[in-house]
């Protein structure tokens, strides 16, 4: 199975809500990543948060990490139509050589 | 513009007629990857390179090869592609010599094999 697991696995919500997923991981991390990818087009990094911290903002993107429980989650405040794109946790290995997706959430944002 | 480029972007093909795409990033990363993407199987590594002349498999290399003759480009070659490599390919790229980097991606390139 996959190192980062993401829960919902499809999210539709209106413009102006919030959006929110969770991703869990197994094994031990340096950071955890996430990165948004438009359909069938190349993934986008959105925001980096490091093992020692727990809260990340980066203008409507707020990310949380408790390695306690080996989770994140990616809040999207005041979702826009342009929002609509999946969503990727991904951990890379300690060498940094690899980094492993999760599954992803689908998130369609309605106007 | 920073970015990774890939071709072609589309290619249909046929079993076991030899392909290569192509990939360069003009950051002048130290690391590049390949990855494919599946329904269902998510994004799956396939070869990495850290730099010139230093090339390791990723998770599904079977039936791949790779090649860092340049820091620039890296090239997927599949010798004789099969229907299973049917798949949408991202090349990333990647600077410095820790994790803490994000990874920049190409566009893809979505290849049918018949």
């Known amino acids: 199975s996959q190192q980062g697991e993401e829960d919902p696995q499809a999210l539709s919500i209106q413009e102006g809500e919030n959006a929110t997923m969770n991703c869990s991981y197994k094994t031990s991390i340096n950071n955890l990543q996430w990165y948004r990818q438009n359909s069938g087009r190349g993934l986008v990094h959105l925001i980096l948060?490091?093992?020692?911290?727990r809260e990340k903002h980066s203008g409507r993107l707020r990310v949380t990490l408790d390695t306690s429980k080996k989770s994140s989650s990616l809040l999207i405040t005041a979702s826009r139509a342009a929002d609509t794109a999946s969503y990727f946790c991904a951990t890379p290995s300690p060498a940094g050589n690899k980094l492993t997706f999760g599954g992803g959430t689908r998130v369609l944002v309605k106007p | 513009e920073a970015q990774v480029t890939q071709n072609p972007r589309y290619l249909i093909t046929v079993t076991g007629k030899k392909l290569t795409v192509t990939c360069s990033q003009n950051m002048n990363h130290e690391y590049m990857s390949w990855y494919r993407q599946d329904p269902g199987l998510g994004l799956r590594q396939i070869y990495y390179?850290?730099?010139?002349?230093?090339?390791d498999k990723g998770d599904v290399p079977e039936g791949y090869k790779v090649s860092r003759k340049e820091k620039r480009n890296f090239p997927l070659i599949l010798e004789s592609p099969s229907p299973n490599q049917t798949s949408l390919y991202f090349c990333?790229?990647?600077?410095?010599?820790?994790?803490?980097?994000?990874?920049?991606f190409g566009p893809g390139t979505r290849l049918t094999v018949l």
């Open positions: 390179s850290m730099n010139v002349e230093v090339t």
């Open positions: 990333a790229s990647r600077g410095g010599g820790t994790s803490y980097n994000e990874q920049f």
């Open positions: 948060i490091r093992s020692n911290e």
